[in-house]
């Protein structure tokens, strides 16, 4: 069965100290992945997505990602966390085969500390 | 990109009135819409598809009769939850696919519900 995984719930980091999200998902083709942020009270923005090509993947907001196929992770990155950069977000995979539907993780909640 | 619209953004009801959430896809059309719901610190749940001109297809364990949900055009889907109950509170996301082998789902801002 597909599934997302984000095995951590909350994560608390320095602004300016580099940030990991780590995202592992179950799928049986290649994926396509995405990254969404969502800050409180509002509804989800696109930070990046993985189709196919490069594995290293650039996003808005100087967020980047990998993904790596033996590993079944795409993970997200960001090299300097900015305190704005506190949210809440969620790696998805699909759409599922035949349909438009998504899976998506349980979500990271991110806290920058100043 | 897309812009999906999601109104209201809050709302308030008495517990056994019903709401209607519009989720309108302004720049493309969506034969097929879905609709979200968030509990408190946990995911997006899928609660079900909205096809546009025929009957929408709901996941297992959400009530039909409760999420009403209306597909009428090609750019509005409306889910009513009726007679709602506190339990019913929470945040509701709706997402529509331009199609066309776009696979990215664009998301409303979604609506806060409160029921009191």
């Known amino acids: 069965a597909q599934s997302v995984t984000q095995p951590d719930i909350h994560i608390t980091v320095s602004e300016g100290a580099s940030l990991e999200l780590r995202c592992n998902y179950s799928?049986?083709?290649?994926?396509?992945l995405f990254w969404y942020v969502q800050s409180p009270g509002q509804g989800l923005q696109l930070l990046l997505k993985y189709f196919s090509g490069d594995t290293l993947v650039q996003g808005i907001k100087g967020f980047e990602a990998e993904f790596k196929r033996s590993q079944s992770s795409f993970n997200l990155r960001k090299p300097s966390v900015h305190w704005s950069d506190a949210a809440e977000y969620f790696c998805?995979?699909?759409?599922?085969?035949?349909?438009?539907?998504?899976?998506f993780g349980t979500g990271t909640r991110l806290k920058v500390l100043a | 990109g897309a812009v999906v619209s999601q109104h209201p953004s809050r709302v308030i009801c008495k517990s056994g009135t019903s709401v209607k959430i519009e989720c309108r896809s302004l720049d493309f059309q969506a034969t097929t819409m879905f609709w979200y719901r968030q509990f408190p610190k946990k995911s997006l749940m899928l609660m079900a598809t909205s096809n546009e001109g025929s009957k929408a297809t709901y996941e297992q364990g959400v009530e039909k009769d409760k999420f009403l949900i209306n597909h009428a055009s090609l750019t509005l889907s409306t889910l009513t939850v009726t007679s709602a109950h506190p339990e019913d509170s929470s945040f509701y996301i709706c997402s529509a696919n331009p199609g066309q082998g776009n696979t990215e789902a664009f998301f409303g801002q979604g609506t806060r519900l409160t029921v009191v």
């Open positions: 998805a995979v699909g759409p599922l085969s035949g349909t438009y539907k998504y899976i």
């Open positions: 799928y049986g083709a290649t994926p396509y």
